[in-house]
């Protein structure tokens, strides 16, 4: 077994992003792992006449970028979520470049758990996405294996 954080514990103040551009085939997707096929995200006339006023994708693809970001960058490989607390502040359109973005706000010396602030902004700057959450991070083996792109 091998420690949780091979290079050093996270500090406080530590912080991780990862952006990407959001498409429409995230949307069909997210449909199909979830089953949400709510108008606001496929039916342009619907979406018009909302307060959006267009498309919109999906919550948890917005908010599926910080499960990259904590699993690959920050806290790093192993990590999982124990809970959030996330506020949907602006919604995220097909097109957008979204950036999640975590940081350290406390790190447990007698465990692997660490507490994040978490944001998501689209690319204009506004944040879609605002919140907290708890994760803790399990030790991973060297035999651990990339998952497929």
Request: proline share 6%; net charge neutral; hydrophobic share 40%.
């Given at each position: ?89 602006a919604p995220v359109r097909p097109g957008d470049i979204i950036t999640g973005r975590v940081e350290i706000t406390q790190a447990r010396a007698d ?31 060297p035999e651990r294996s990339a998952a497929p792109e």
């Open positions: 077994m091998t420690a949780p954080w091979p290079n050093g514990a996270p500090k406080v103040g530590d912080v991780a992003e990862m952006s990407r551009t959001v498409t429409s085939s995230d949307i069909a997707a997210f449909t199909d792992i979830s089953g949400d096929r709510n108008p606001l995200h496929y039916d342009l006339q619907a979406a018009k006449s909302s307060r959006f006023g267009e498309i919109v994708v999906q919550g948890g693809v917005t908010s599926a970028i910080l499960n990259a970001v904590v699993a690959e960058k920050l806290p790093g490989p192993g990590t999982v979520f124990l809970s959030v607390n996330w506020d949907f502040k465990k692997p758990i660490t507490t994040l602030r978490t944001t998501v902004t689209r690319g204009d700057g506004t944040v879609a996405l605002d919140g907290t959450a708890v994760c803790y991070t399990m030790a991973m083996g």
